[in-house]
Nanobody, 119 residues
């Protein structure tokens, strides 16, 4: 089992920034992909961004140019820098880690952190 603990969520005004962090409780199997998903009320959980331990990234079209994912593979952490936040970015954000050989949304999940964008 891998436990993931997220932090960094909160309330921010439109156009503001937040940085989410996610730390794994132990060393992670390799090769792997760490990523961020989000779920807004009444909507399905969707991929926001992911990054393999080899450095390959993938972003949802809605966040390209605004969000940036990064990792520290030694510390087993993943970060999500969110800039130019919009009202529609409001959601619970979940950290995920999976084997690179398994499908998206498999693997282990964090408990989620709330991001609210509001004026």
């Amino acid at each position: 089992q891998v436990q993931l603990v997220e932090s960094g969520g909160g309330l921010v005004q439109p156009g503001g920034s937040l940085r989410l962090s996610c730390a794994a409780s132990r060393s992670i199997f390799r090769p792997n992909v760490m990523g961020w998903y989000r779920q807004a009320p009444g909507k399905e959980r969707e991929l926001v961004a992911e990054m393999s331990d080899g450095g390959t990234t993938n972003y949802a079209d809605s966040v390209k140019g605004r969000f940036s994912i990064s990792r520290n593979t030694v510390k087993n952490t993943v970060y999500l820098q969110m800039n130019s936040l919009r009202l529609e970015d409001t959601a619970v954000y979940y950290c995920n880690v999976r084997s690179i050989y398994h499908s998206r949304a498999s693997g282990f999940w964090g408990q989620g952190t709330q991001v609210t964008v509001s004026s």
